[in-house]
């Protein structure tokens, strides 16, 4: 019964003029990611008016075209900062940006910091398979060391960016990481992002398991699903370990969660200081 | 109005406020910065905003959201950000989002020589993103202009939903001159064009054969009830991606129609002497001050000289050119690099009537080397 109201719910927010199926491979993450959006917009009893999801370029690049808000795909690595003009003209907008690790942490890294330096109300979503998918399975500045990836043949030998751990630094107001297994977690963290007045970010792990999973033989999507499973821990459980044994798990949980001023509240005032300067 | 004393970057951020650019993105850099830094002051007095982004990848893309927005909006650069910039300037083009770029030139390649003038971004300006599409640039030569022409920008971004280039140089940024800016009621301001049809009917990049906005279909701004779909990617007329060659052509010719069957409307010049001249000078932007001296000192010498000084650069007005040269016996074409918008000239009045002046150290042309070129062509033979 609950499958069945929740494909319901889908389709009320899934495009009807575009033609399906989609591009992504058949066991893939994005769309498990795709349908916790929709569900966690829909918990938050939004107007798809005011909605606008917006993402950059590779197979994350590809999900706003199948839903129906107002969406924009655009150039790689910019999404954050085409959403921050938006955002500006548009503060009253629920504004979503979805980014794969390439996208966001490697050719976008500089935007991804700022925005969430400045706070702005933006939310990111950063889907995490750890690899670039699109063009075959190249390294990302998220995938583990010593892996084989399609540029590093002979195993990867550069550190990991930890997305959420990089967003709380930098200072956004709200940070959580699941994983596409752990999918009610990840819908109620995309709800509390997205209710979230300043830039929050999550991050949901996946995978891609015909490039990465291929390459270095790890089987299924499901097999590939299982692994994120076994190697995922809470925040809480990771208190309690020494760095050795959190070497190689994904930590889920909330990372930051503050309440400090949003960009275009801020502003708003510096508009009500220069028109008092103009009188 | 009051005469001021005022700066061509000035100039160029009030002609923006006066045309309703209320949203500007920038990053510093000289010789554009004064533009940025005016914005800064003047949008929040009238209700605007500015941002300084990370880099001019950001901030041509927030330009660009803005505009997704509903906003006019500009950004300014100089050389280095100008080539940053031009992947998303190919955005804007191909998803055709009106937005106006400035481009303070100053000498490059690279860092080149900071910040003396330069014209060296007139092919960058055609052809600096990748893949075949129309482009409107803009060159001032004075102060007063440096306005005027920001106006006209936003006024053409928004009437061919269109990125505009205004393409500034150091000389005409740094500049000060007395000037009186016309009174905001006096100015023709464009705005966006508004759809007619309800959400279900709305096609954001509708190919219609004929009637209202043919070539040019309203952009309706996000979050007021039409929801669709905007990517870099080909695609059909709902805004989704296509493969289909039968949706690709006709776009791109539509996009090039938009700008090709306003020619009369965008083609900005100036023409003087040309009746009687047996030589015609050519110039535009700081070069043009230089030129235009020239040609009256070559004047008052007894030489038969024409002057055209072309404030639109692109699309080259190719029959303001042919016109105005086809019967004469030599065209002068100064410019501060070596050789740009001369190529254009020589392909329409042919190679062997066109003479170089370029200069590419980042000093000014003077009047005397054009007059020595004239002079040089007019000896009889």
């Keep these: ?279 | 109005m009051t005469t001021r004393l005022m700066q061509g970057d000035e100039a160029c951020a009030e002609g923006a406020i006066a045309a309703g650019c209320r949203f500007c993105a920038g990053y510093p850099i000289t010789p554009a910065t004064e533009i940025v830094e005016t914005l800064s002051r003047r949008l929040p007095q009238v209700g605007g905003k500015f941002i300084q982004m990370e880099d001019e990848l950001a901030s041509i893309a927030a330009v660009i959201g803005a505009s997704v927005g509903g906003a006019k909006a500009l950004t300014a650069t100089s050389g280095p950000g100008f080539s940053l910039m031009q992947e998303n300037i190919g955005y804007a083009a191909m998803a055709e989002i009106p937005c106006v770029i400035v481009d303070v030139q100053r000498l490059g390649p690279s860092t080149g020589r900071p910040t003396s003038p330069s014209q060296g971004e007139v092919m960058q300006a055609r052809w600096g993103t990748h893949g075949d599409h129309p482009i409107i640039a803009l060159a001032p030569d004075s102060v007063r202009e440096a306005f005027d022409l920001t106006v006209e920008a936003f006024n053409f971004a928004e009437r061919y939903r269109t990125p505009v280039i205004l393409l500034m140089d150091e000389l005409v940024g740094h500049m000060r001159e007395p000037v009186e800016l016309p009174s905001p009621g006096t100015l023709e301001v464009t705005e966006r064009t508004k759809t007619r049809v309800p959400p279900e009917w709305y096609k954001p990049f509708e190919n219609r054969p004929e009637g209202p906005n043919v070539n040019v279909p309203p952009l309706v701004p996000f979050g007021e009830g039409y929801r669709y779909h905007i990517t870099g990617l080909h695609h059909d007329e709902r805004g989704y991606p296509t493969n289909r060659l039968e949706e690709i052509q006709p776009w791109l010719e539509r996009i090039f129609r938009k700008i090709d069957s306003a020619l009369s409307d965008i083609i900005l010049y100036e023409a003087r002497g040309i009746e009687d001249a047996n030589t015609l000078v050519i110039a535009y932007g700081a070069t043009a001050r230089s030129a235009s001296h020239a040609v009256r000192q070559a004047r008052s010498r007894g030489h038969r000289v024409g002057f055209l000084r072309l404030k639109t650069i692109w699309p080259f007005p190719e029959e303001v050119v042919e016109h105005a040269a086809s019967r004469l016996h030599h065209v002068v074409v100064p410019e501060l690099n070596l050789g740009q918008l001369a190529l254009e000239v020589e392909r329409i009045v042919g190679r062997h009537k066109v003479c170089r002046v370029g200069r590419a150290d980042g000093e000014m042309i003077q009047p005397g080397e054009i007059l020595a070129a004239i002079e040089d062509l007019e000896k009889p033979v």
């Excluded at chain 1, 084989?148 to 960016?161: C, L, M, N, V």
């Excluded at chain 1, 299982?226 to 020494?242: D, H, N, P, V, Y």
């Excluded at chain 1, 760095?243 to 949003?262: H, L, N, S, T, Y």
């Design chain 1, 1 to 279: 019964m609950k499958q069945q109201s929740e494909s319901r719910v889908h389709r009320r927010y899934l495009r009807h003029s575009k033609r399906f199926p989609n591009v992504w491979c058949a066991g893939c993450g994005i769309g498990i990611v795709l349908g916790a959006i929709i569900r966690a917009v829909d918990s938050l009893g939004l107007d798809k008016d005011d909605v606008a999801m917006i993402s950059g370029i590779g197979c994350t690049g590809r999900m706003p075209v199948y839903v129906d808000f107002n969406t924009m795909h655009t150039t790689h690595g910019r999404a954050l900062a085409f959403a921050t003009g938006l955002k500006m003209v548009k503060p009253e907008m629920k504004i979503i940006v979805v980014m794969g690790d390439g996208d966001a942490l490697a050719i976008g890294g500089n935007h991804f910091i700022h925005a969430a330096r400045r706070n702005i109300g933006l939310t990111a979503i950063v889907v995490n398979n750890a690899a670039y998918g699109m063009t075959g399975g190249q390294h990302s500045p998220t995938t583990p060391q010593n892996i084989k990836t399609a540029t590093t043949p002979y195993g990867h030998i550069e550190q990991q960016f930890p997305i959420a751990e990089l967003a709380a630094t930098a200072g956004a107001s709200f940070v959580a990481r699941s994983t596409v297994y752990h999918v009610r977690e990840l819908e109620s963290y995309f709800a509390q992002a997205v209710s979230k007045e300043g830039f929050s970010l999550v991050e949901a792990v996946s995978y891609c398991h015909t490039t990465l999973g291929r390459i270095n033989r790890w089987g299924s999507a499901s097999d590939m699903l299982r692994r994120i499973k076994e190697q995922s821990i809470t925040k809480q459980q990771a208190e309690s370990l020494t760095p050795e044994e959190i070497e190689g798990k994904i930590i889920r949980g909330v990372f930051a969660e503050r309440d400090i001023p949003e960009y275009t509240a801020q502003y708003d005032k510096v508009i009500a200081r220069a028109r008092k300067e103009v009188r």
